[in-house]
Structure formats: structure tokens, C-alpha cells
């Protein structure tokens, strides 16, 4: 096998993230305001907007960070799903959280940003690659849902909002994080019924 050869098969994972990447950046161009949740819009029939906030940004700081930690996600655990698989997981958490806002966060004017379908692409990641990679799933299990319990119990940090130039949703973090362990533990029972039937 040749160097280039090796290189190739040591980084294609990464391909179907890189692209999504790239269309997130691409969007920011499109307008957030057209793609933004905006609780007022939905009745107008711009369902779209329960997607397509999750995939632009309050600024190009904003994306680069969530990027960053998409790939470190992917790099952790290794990720080789396929793009109908990614595409699946983060459509499904785009809604959870979505509903999650329509349900629980009638007062919330608008939102965007992919941290909470992130934070929930850690929990599910982490709980289905739990026994191939204990000690990072465990990890990232434990740090994730600290981190949220801070944000549930103390909420946004003035830190965060002031090098975002916008508050935090941070229930966002938490529905993700609960739409990651759901999807998770649904995809971990599965594979055990499997197993099981299959012995």
C-alpha cells in the first residue's frame, strides 16, 4: 500500500463531516435570518426553520467552534458512518431539540447554532462506541453531562455570550443531550436483541 494510499484510508471518515462543514459555511452566506428558529415564523408555515436553525451560525466564531468540536468528535471516537447515517442522526436531533423549544421554550424569539445537536452527537456517539472505546466514551459521557448540569443549574456564562455576542440557549445543550441518550440507549437495546436472537 502505497503512503498516499495509507494517508487516504487513515482520513476518508472525515469527508461527509468536512462537506457538512462546508455547507454550513455556505449558508451563512444564504442569511440566518431566513433559516433562524423563529418562534412567530413556524405559524406562517416556515417549518424549514426547525432544521435549518441548527445549521447556521451567530457568526463566523460561532461556526469555526462548533467545526472544531464536530471534528474532535469524529477524531475521539473515530466515526465512520456513512452520510445517511449522519445525515439521520443530526436531521433527528435537529427536531428533538426543535420540539424541544416549541414544548418547553414558548418565550424563546429565536435561536441558531449546531452546539445542541453537538452536544447530543457526543452523548449518542459516546453510548454506541461505549465498548470499543470505554475509557473516551466514559469521558466524554461524564464531561458532557456535567457541563450541562452547570448550564441547567447556574445557566449561560457571561463569558460565553460575550465572545458569541449573543446569551446561550443552554437548554438547547440539555435537549440534545437527552434526544443523544434516547437515540443511544435505543440503538445500544437493539443491537442486544440482535445478539441475542442471532446466538
Known amino acids: 500500500m502505497t503512503y498516499f494510499n495509507k494517508i487516504k484510508n487513515q482520513y476518508r471518515h472525515y469527508w461527509f463531516p468536512v462537506v457538512l462543514i462546508v455547507f454550513f459555511a455556505l449558508l451563512q ?17 416556515q417549518w424549514w426553520r426547525v432544521l435549518s436553525a441548527h445549521w447556521v451560525h451567530l457568526n463566523w466564531l460561532h461556526w469555526l467552534l462548533n467545526s472544531a468540536g464536530f471534528l474532535l468528535l469524529v477524531a475521539l471516537l473515530e466515526l465512520k458512518w456513512s452520510a445517511r447515517y449522519w445525515l439521520l442522526i443530526i436531521s433527528l436531533q435537529s427536531l428533538s431539540i426543535s420540539l424541544g423549544f416549541l414544548l418547553f421554550n414558548p418565550n424563546l424569539i429565536w435561536y441558531v447554532g449546531f452546539s445542541g445537536v453537538l452536544y447530543g452527537l457526543y452523548i449518542f456517539a459516546a453510548i454506541t462506541r461505549f465498548k470499543k472505546d ?39 445543550h440539555a435537549y440534545g443531550v437527552l434526544c443523544g441518550g434516547l ?17
Open 29 to 45: 452566506w444564504v442569511g440566518k435570518d431566513s433559516l433562524r428558529y423563529q418562534n412567530d415564523l413556524l405559524s406562517s408555515h
Open 134 to 172: 470505554r475509557f473516551i466514551a466514559s469521558a466524554i459521557l461524564l464531561l458532557v453531562l456535567v457541563k450541562v448540569v452547570i448550564e441547567q443549574w447556574f445557566g449561560d456564562s457571561a463569558s460565553s455570550a460575550a465572545l458569541l455576542g449573543a446569551p446561550v440557549v443552554v437548554d438547547a
Open 183 to 199: 437515540m443511544g440507549t435505543f440503538i445500544q437495546f437493539k443491537k442486544m436483541k440482535n445478539y441475542e436472537k442471532n446466538k
